[in-house]
Nanobody, 114 residues
Framework: QVQLVESGGGSVQAGGSLRLSCTTSGSRGSMGWYRQAPGTRRDLVASITSGGSTNYADSVKGRFTISRDNAKNTVYLQMNNLKPEDTADYVC???????????WGQGTQVTVSS
């Protein structure tokens, strides 16, 4: 069973920054972050392949940066210029192959106050 351990959530004021980390017991594959606010669906925030190709939700482009350290099996999400609408539970995922199962972290709360 692949495990994921997240860290880095917290509370900040609008315009502030946070950095999320997620370490997996798996290797290579695709990793990324989804987020879900109360009463809303879970949406993709950003993803990165083992080769470094990235994808971002339009709402975070230019503010968030996803990166990974393959040697540490860790993905990072640098979040700058945070807005109150970024407030959500951020959940890390890992997917070894496209057709394989998706593994999820426990989630970390990000709260942005105006």
């Amino acid at each position: 069973q692949v495990q994921l351990v997240e860290s880095g959530g917290g509370s900040v004021q609008a315009g502030g920054s946070l950095r999320l980390s997620c370490t997996t017991s798996g290797s290579r594959g695709s990793m990324g972050w989804y987020r879900q606010a109360p009463g809303t669906r879970r949406d993709l925030v950003a993803s990165i392949t083992s080769g470094g190709s990235t994808n971002y939700a339009d709402s975070v482009k230019g503010r968030f940066t996803i990166s990974r350290d393959n040697a540490k099996n860790t993905v990072y999400l640098q979040m700058n210029n945070l807005k109150p609408e970024d407030t959500a539970d951020y959940v890390c995922y890992y997917k070894r192959v496209l057709t394989g199962p998706t593994y999820w972290g426990q989630g970390t709360q990000v709260t942005v106050s105006s």
